[in-house]
């Protein structure tokens, strides 16, 4: 069966740009998964205040960014449609409606509902960040969080990055059928970031060999270095064309408290990473 991978995007204050739509459409390519994009414009209440409408046209502002919030949505939509074209892919789409403090939770209830959430990075973006970050704590779903550029031809190698937690664990099951259709998975264990035990990387790969998967585990030294970059550059020099890890973190309304190296891999994503929390 093939996999349903819904990209959801907010289009108020900022919208994706065309290059991150068309990444999204390859990033699905890739996957060998059928596309659903849905768009989130904007509904903004209306604030009711005479005195406000005789100093500044607020209505009129109002529709104006609504009018820009749908427009964003409709060239986002088309971009995709062309490149789903481009690269094959099955694309659907859908166009939602929400006022901006309930966009990115309209967003993350849909997603709930398909096999795999494709996030772009857009850097400089901040409404695609926050909405990223209420993704992956949010849908139960694993987040495929798409760089600006780096994409590989195909996922042939895969990096895990292990510490033997939960969080990981969940992580890993939910990359299976990327695992399973792999040349060779690389296990990271970080080994002077905190107590693990020494045998976790290598009994996940026997786990993974079991399943007949080629798996090897390699110890890695952060020495000092950022964590989130730590597992990307070793993962980039293992060859590995996406890393699969578990998402640190929680929300307290809204606030999302990040662990290290869910927070170094959202600021700074070199590669193709899915987060599971």
Do not use: C
């Amino acid at each position: 069966m093939k996999r349903k991978a819904i990209f959801p995007f907010v289009t108020y204050p900022d919208a994706p740009t065309d290059a991150m739509a068309s990444q999204v459409a390859a990033a699905a390519g890739i996957l060998d998964a059928d596309l659903h994009a849905l768009a989130v414009n904007v509904d903004i209440p209306d604030i009711g205040n005479a005195f406000s409408r005789l100093l500044v046209d607020v209505p009129g502002m109002t529709r104006a960014a609504e009018g820009k919030s749908r427009q964003a949505g409709e060239r986002v939509h088309a971009m995709l449609a062309t490149a789903a074209r481009q690269r094959g892919v099955a694309l659907s789409t859908e166009t939602k409606v929400a006022e901006p403090a309930d966009m990115s939770n309209v967003a993350a209830a849909r997603a709930r509902y398909f096999d795999l959430v494709v996030a772009p990075a857009e850097p400089g973006n901040v409404t695609a960040r926050e909405l990223t970050e209420a993704l992956v704590f949010e849908t139960g779903r694993p987040v495929l969080i798409v760089p600006s550029s780096g994409l590989p031809e195909a996922l042939r190698v895969v990096a895990i990055a292990w510490d033997g937690s939960k969080v990981a664990a969940r992580a890993v099951a939910d990359a299976m059928p990327l695992l399973t259709a792999a040349e060779r998975v690389h296990v990271l264990t970080v080994v002077d970031e905190k107590p693990l035990q020494e045998q976790a990387g290598r009994l996940l790969a026997e786990s993974l060999r079991d399943h007949g998967i080629a798996a090897e585990a390699n110890a890695v030294e952060a020495e000092d270095r950022p964590i989130g970059a730590t597992l990307q550059d070793d993962a980039l020099g293992l060859g590995a064309g996406l890393l699969v890890m578990g998402g640190y973190g929680h929300s307290r309304l809204r606030d999302f408290v990040l662990g290290g190296a869910t927070q170094g891999v959202l600021d700074e994503p070199k590669m193709p990473v899915l987060i599971s929390h």
